[in-house]
């Protein structure tokens, strides 16, 4: 893959809807992953005429070492748990349960201060795509798929722009389809792949769920 394979988040949005389109995915729902998610999902519930709302999933982190993921929790409890990580960090169940209880309250009031007064969405024998800007160990986007998972839908569809093959093959083992773009040889992180990969603000997140009210 060249480098800077996009030129922002929204332009990877409005060709991975294209993307979509194409491939005859007839979406419900879009589901973005605050915040670096919402550009994209914009883009994608746009083009797919759809509603957007969010997914929240917040990493638990080693001790001594918050970015090295052991698992992650969703808003509403769901968790996964990375356990080759768990075993090389040699973390105990009490760590894991009171930083899974601690991100869960996270996810939850992340997902509270989005949607304001708005009701989660029914998924219910629904089509959910599942958008993020990119992916790397994938332990976000896991446990966002238990939660969608717990509300029944009727299938899955995971639609990034970018991640190494290795994760995209272990998240295709476990939703209906995935749409990546791109899968570099030499991955190094999701960045690599943007010209403009800036922080995304909450306020700014926020504003592209209110583009399509």
Same mark, same amino acid.
């Given at each position: 893959?060249?480098?800077? =394979?996009?030129? !922002?988040?929204?332009?990877?949005?409005?060709?991975?809807?294209?993307?979509?389109?194409?491939?005859?995915?007839?979406?419900?729902?879009?589901?973005?992953?605050?915040?670096?998610?919402?550009?994209?999902?914009? @883009?994608?519930?746009?083009?797919? !005429?759809?509603?957007?709302?969010?997914?929240? @999933?917040?990493?638990?982190?080693?001790?001594?070492?918050?970015?090295?993921?052991?698992?992650?929790?969703?808003?509403?409890?769901?968790?996964?748990?990375?356990?080759?990580? #768990? %075993?090389?960090?040699?973390?105990?169940?009490?760590?894991?349960?009171?930083?899974?209880?601690?991100?869960? @309250?996270?996810?939850?009031?992340?997902?509270?201060?989005? =949607?304001?007064?708005?009701?989660?969405?029914?998924?219910?024998?629904?089509?959910?795509?599942?958008?993020?800007?990119?992916?790397?160990?994938?332990?976000?986007?896991?446990?966002?798929?238990?939660?969608?998972?717990?509300?029944?839908?009727?299938?899955?569809?995971?639609?990034?722009?970018?991640?190494?093959?290795?994760?995209?093959?272990?998240?295709?083992?476990?939703?209906?389809?995935?749409?990546?773009?791109?899968?570099? @040889? =030499? #991955? =190094?992180?999701?960045?690599?792949?943007?010209?403009?990969?800036?922080?995304?603000?909450?306020? %700014?997140?926020?504003?592209?769920?209110?583009?399509?009210?």
């Amino acid at each position: 893959m060249a480098p800077n =394979r996009f030129t !922002d988040r929204e332009q990877a949005g409005a060709e991975l809807g294209d993307r979509l389109r194409e491939q005859g995915i007839d979406a419900d729902i879009v589901l973005a992953i605050p915040r670096g998610g919402l550009p994209l999902g914009r @883009a994608v519930a746009d083009t797919l !005429d759809v509603p957007l709302d969010i997914a929240v @999933a917040s990493k638990i982190g080693a001790p001594n070492n918050p970015e090295y993921a052991i698992g992650a929790v969703a808003s509403d409890g769901s968790v996964w748990r990375n356990e080759e990580a #768990f %075993r090389n960090s040699a973390v105990d169940e009490a760590y894991f349960q009171q930083q899974r209880e601690t991100e869960q @309250a996270n996810a939850r009031e992340k997902a509270r201060r989005y =949607r304001g007064d708005q009701s989660e969405p029914d998924l219910t024998d629904k089509t959910v795509v599942l958008v993020d800007d990119g992916v790397a160990t994938g332990s976000t986007i896991r446990a966002c798929l238990e939660q969608i998972r717990n509300a029944d839908p009727d299938r899955i569809v995971v639609a990034l722009p970018v991640g190494p093959s290795d994760t995209i093959a272990d998240l295709e083992a476990t939703v209906d389809e995935v749409v990546c773009l791109e899968t570099p @040889a =030499r #991955f =190094r992180a999701v960045g690599q792949a943007y010209d403009r990969f800036e922080q995304v603000s909450d306020e %700014r997140a926020m504003s592209y769920l209110d583009a399509g009210s």
